[in-house]
């Protein structure tokens, strides 16, 4: 078994993972066309369906999905619109492996974002694409699932 030249970034107090990202300023640059794939590579060596550029310690705007066979490269990717309807999904993440967390999502949303050719693309995803898609949106802001549950479980008030 060989080992990624990236290994994940783990642990939920890791400051690489809660740093700022930066945007690229130029995705044909050699490095960003040599990260992509790389990521990629470290993303199935996990057994991952995505990974953020700070899961292997670089923090740039850079994520990677791959479901169903299709794989898309997101650089300074934006979400402009998410739906009022929530979906509810047991996520868990590559950076804080045997954990899962229950994670309230918008269902459908819309992105920005450039791909690996350097072209300006919107896509608009829904179900696993946008569950995963806002999960590895929230490692390029710095936040990991185990944050967002906490805040998410705080915002919550029952009455009794």
Request: net charge negative.
């Amino acid at each position: 078994m060989s080992i990624s030249m990236y290994p994940i970034v783990t642990g939920a107090d890791n400051v690489i993972l809660h740093a700022e990202n930066e945007n690229v300023k130029d995705p044909l640059a050699p490095e960003i066309q040599t990260l992509l794939p790389a990521m990629l590579d470290a993303m199935h060596k996990a057994d991952g369906i995505g990974l953020a550029a700070p899961q292997i310690g670089k923090n740039l705007r850079i994520c990677v999905v791959e479901i169903d066979g299709i794989i898309r490269n997101f650089i300074n990717p934006k979400i402009t619109s998410a739906s009022r309807e929530k979906i509810i999904f047991e996520e868990g993440c590559l950076s804080l492996p045997g954990e899962l967390f229950t994670i309230e999502r918008s269902e459908i949303i819309t992105v920005r974002y450039t791909d690996e050719a350097g072209s300006n693309r919107k896509l608009k995803l829904r179900g696993l694409w946008a569950i995963c898609l806002q999960h590895e949106l929230d490692h390029l802001d710095g936040i990991l699932i185990c944050d967002r549950y906490k805040n998410q479980k705080n915002k919550h008030v029952y009455a009794l």
